[in-house]
């Protein structure tokens, strides 16, 4: 049975009987338009606890004006219809803005991450990991689940948010889960529905550039720069208006050196017409 919940009240009423049935409770964060994506998270959460809670709320405080906040796909009749036929989760809390920021946007405590937070998609999203922490800190609250599920696709932002969980010190285990894609290899994100049929045959260049990368990198090149130009230009020429492509640590996604024996992560942003696409390849 899936029971919706409004408001914290709500939530906190459903999750505090299995909390004091000694139940493990997963939290899966989203901001709806749900995909399989989401649905591996869920299927995640199912193994690793006793209870799946998920979160639809698009949050507004990590957007940027010039964003796509307003245009964000909502789709409450579909995402309903998914999680029911899916059987994977117990509840979903479903906030209004009021709900979450009790004392408006404005006057909103805010959550001011390290530097990290202004590299890689945060330098072209000023403010939106600092938007993402605050919202998925109340959420946290509101849940306080055991484990917090979160998908490598934002890989950014899961380490931002295994950052917050320990720099907090909250009792929680972050899991991070792979990336679903469709056939061609495109990384799914609501945001794909953005792209035009013929922008979407396109799209999957991203990752077989990363791939491309990586694929590299563990052949033995090390000269990272040198991997990144030829995939730069190759978007381009596919029509892509690049942001980033990069080779990070994967632990922490500081700057990779060339003689470094650690886990690499090759990331990468661009826009390809509407949509902004990301997505990253492990080493
Ligand atoms: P979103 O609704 O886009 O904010 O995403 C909610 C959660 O689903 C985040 O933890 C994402 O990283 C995760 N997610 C989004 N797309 C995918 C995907 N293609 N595969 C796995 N997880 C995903």
Same mark, same amino acid.
């Given at each position: 049975?899936?029971?919706?919940a409004?408001?914290?009240?709500?939530?906190? !009423?459903?999750?505090?009987?299995?909390r004091?049935?000694?139940?493990?409770?997963?939290?899966?964060?989203?901001?709806?338009?749900?995909?399989?994506?989401?649905?591996?998270?869920c299927?995640?959460?199912r193994?690793?606890? *006793?209870?799946?809670?998920?979160?639809?709320?698009?949050?507004?405080?990590?957007?940027?004006e010039?964003?796509?906040?307003?245009?964000?796909?909502?789709?409450?009749?579909?995402?309903?219809?998914?999680l029911?036929?899916?059987?994977?989760? *117990?509840?979903?809390?479903v906030?209004?803005?009021?709900?979450?920021?009790p004392?408006?946007?404005?006057?909103?405590a805010?959550?001011?991450l390290?530097?990290?937070?202004?590299?890689?998609?945060g330098?072209?999203?000023?403010g939106?990991?600092?938007?993402?922490?605050?919202?998925?800190?109340?959420?946290?609250?509101?849940?306080?689940?055991?484990?917090?599920?979160?998908?490598?696709?934002?890989?950014?932002?899961?380490?931002?948010m295994?950052?917050?969980?320990?720099?907090?010190?909250?009792?929680?285990?972050?899991?991070?889960?792979?990336?679903?894609?469709a056939?061609?290899?495109?990384?799914?994100s609501?945001r794909?529905?953005?792209?035009?049929?013929?922008?979407?045959?396109r799209?999957?260049?991203?990752f077989?550039?990363?791939?491309?990368?990586?694929?590299?990198?563990?052949?033995?090149?090390? !000269?990272?720069?040198k991997?990144?130009?030829?995939?730069?230009a190759?978007?381009?020429?596919?029509?892509?208006?690049?942001?980033?492509?990069?080779?990070?640590?994967?632990? *922490?996604?500081?700057r990779?050196?060339?003689?470094a024996?650690?886990?690499?992560?090759?990331?990468?942003?661009?826009?390809?017409?509407p949509?902004?696409l990301? !997505?990253?390849?492990?080493?």
């Open positions: 049975m899936l029971a919706y409004n408001t914290a009240q709500q939530l906190h !009423d459903l999750t505090q009987s299995w004091s049935g000694a139940q493990r409770i997963a939290l899966v964060p989203t901001m709806g338009n749900l995909h399989a994506g989401h649905l591996s998270l299927q995640a959460a193994q690793i606890a *006793d209870r799946v809670v998920t979160t639809i709320f698009v949050n507004p405080t990590q957007f940027a010039n964003e796509d906040f307003d245009s964000y796909p909502r789709t409450p009749e579909e995402d309903d219809d998914i029911r036929d899916s059987g994977l989760v *117990d509840s979903v809390f906030p209004a803005a009021a709900e979450i920021y004392h408006g946007l404005a006057d909103a805010r959550v001011e390290p530097a990290l937070a202004d590299e890689l998609c330098s072209s999203r000023p939106h990991f600092n938007g993402v922490a605050g919202v998925v800190l109340r959420l946290l609250n509101v849940t306080r689940p055991d484990v917090l599920v979160l998908g490598e696709k934002d890989y950014q932002q899961l380490i931002l295994r950052w917050l969980v320990r720099d907090l010190g909250l009792r929680i285990a972050v899991e991070g889960m792979p990336t679903c894609r056939e061609d290899g495109l990384a799914l609501s794909n529905r953005y792209l035009s049929a013929e922008e979407r045959q799209a999957p260049v991203l077989r550039e990363l791939t491309g990368i990586a694929a590299a990198i563990r052949a033995g090149e090390r !000269d990272f720069d991997l990144r130009q030829p995939a730069i190759a978007l381009a020429d596919h029509g892509f208006d690049v942001d980033y492509i990069e080779v990070r640590d994967a632990a *922490d996604l500081s990779a050196h060339r003689d024996e650690t886990e690499l992560v090759v990331l990468g942003a661009a826009r390809l017409g949509a902004r990301i !997505d990253n390849v492990r080493v």
